[in-house]
């Protein structure tokens, strides 16, 4: 049954991507490595809670990039000639977005000074404080630039040119290396230089997809734009927008603000530790979720030609190997977790058995969840999945200290493993209704 789960379309289109995320996976696990090997675990830490910060706020799109990708996926396949409604949707939102990134920067600049952006930093050193404050800020404005830029590389999905995006995330992935290792080893620079050339170096690459983008349409006249029509395409966009928002923010902060809350009340050392953990587990998942656009693009096939069964069978395979792949991961880390660690950033990152065992439920719990969540996504039905996410994030912001307080740091997984495991459960239970 599993074997048959890839067919020859399957394979062919995600075999690029799958390669790209490999390589992507690889060096910035690399690179985590060799930061945690060149600091000190504090100094790492300070990485690691700027980095999990960034990944809970990097969906400030409103979700309308995934709405837009939908919308373009729509015109390309009706019979009409749309290639001029299609530029005016991509400028409207790129103008759209270059307004709304402006009124941000420029509002979270102005509060910037007010925020107590140290507390995300529990340590007594001032210097690292300070250190940290400052990529803070020039992390969050970097990538509020972005975001007009940044719409691009999901839309290349739409066109069927899912080998663009591979190639610019293989040549991201490396030159991000390659300059954090040459600066760091070089030139000896500290840990506010190496974050902002790291973030810099993707917002270059974010324009770079941009630019290809708009060349490969031909789309040079980017200023003849309906200014009647422009206002109704936005708020078009919204309404689904702010739903995959929803998802996109709900489950990144349930992945991430662990690390930043064990930071903040336990120590940066801790966090780290915690950090280089999941990191193994993000590569493994990063590498193996790759395959899922092209899982998504067949289930909506197999579903608008209403061949159920097949619908049924690939869904429950892709749901099936999820849970096998991490549990066979998660004991291979309960044997050699320790060497693993040790090997790669060296001997002060040290994790028990226990925590292995629990934070490997709980991501088994998450990539089954995400498995099932793919028949959802291209039946267009998540607001139960919206819904249910909102409620678990508050939940989980309520219960973190609590439970911290009595099991400690392997109280955290239990808490995310909960959250996952009822997400997965009442995701599979609807899709079962649907199908």
Aim: proline share 1%; glycine share 6%; aromatic share 16%.
């Amino acid at each position: 049954m599993i074997r048959k789960l890839f067919q020859s379309e399957l394979l062919r289109k995600s075999s690029l991507v799958t390669a790209s995320s490999a390589i992507s996976a690889f060096s910035r696990f690399l690179l985590v490595t060799i930061l945690a090997r060149y600091f000190s675990p504090e100094t790492y830490g300070v990485w690691v809670s700027i980095t999990s910060v960034a990944a809970i706020m990097m969906f400030g799109d409103f979700g309308i990039t995934n709405a837009l990708r939908n919308k373009l996926s729509l015109l390309r396949t009706s019979d009409n000639e749309t290639d001029d409604i299609e530029r005016e949707y991509f400028f409207t939102t790129f103008y759209f977005f270059i307004f709304f990134s402006g009124l941000l920067v420029f509002g979270f600049l102005w509060l910037s000074d007010f925020l107590p952006i140290e507390k995300l930093y529990n340590t007594s050193d001032i210097l690292l404080k300070k250190q940290g404050v400052q990529m803070f800020v020039y992390v969050q404005v970097v990538f509020l630039i972005g975001i007009p830029f940044g719409i691009a590389m999901g839309l290349f999905f739409s066109y069927n040119e899912s080998n663009v995006v591979a190639i610019i995330n293989i040549l991201n992935s490396l030159v991000s290396l390659g300059a954090i290792l040459f600066a760091a080893f070089i030139f000896n620079v500290d840990i506010v230089i190496l974050a902002k050339l790291y973030f810099a170096l993707n917002l270059v690459f974010s324009v770079v997809a941009f630019v290809i983008f708009i060349v490969k349409r031909k789309w040079y006249n980017c200023f003849s734009i309906s200014l009647k029509f422009a206002f109704y395409r936005v708020m078009e966009m919204l309404g689904t927008g702010m739903m995959f928002l929803g998802i996109q923010i709900s489950t990144s902060y349930i992945s991430n603000v662990p690390t930043v809350f064990i930071g903040a009340v336990g120590d940066l050392s801790m966090a780290a530790s915690f950090n280089i953990l999941q990191k193994l587990y993000v590569f493994v998942i990063n590498i193996y979720q790759s395959a899922f656009n092209p899982i998504w693009s067949k289930i909506s096939e197999l579903v608008v030609l209403k061949k159920w069964q097949q619908v049924k069978r690939l869904h429950l395979n892709v749901i099936i190997l999820s849970i096998l792949l991490i549990g066979v991961f998660t004991f291979l880390l309960l044997i050699f977790s320790n060497s693993i660690i040790h090997l790669f950033v060296g001997n002060g990152y040290i994790v028990s058995k226990s925590l292995v065992a629990l934070v490997g439920a709980s991501y088994t719990l998450y990539i089954a969840f995400e498995a099932s969540s793919l028949l959802q996504n291209a039946l267009g039905k998540i607001k139960l999945r919206l819904s249910l996410q909102l409620v678990l994030l508050f939940i989980l912001n309520f219960s973190l200290s609590k439970v911290y307080s009595i099991l400690g740091i392997n109280g955290i997984p239990v808490v995310l493993g909960v959250c996952w495991l009822i997400l997965f459960v009442s995701i599979y239970i609807q899709g079962r209704k649907v199908i």
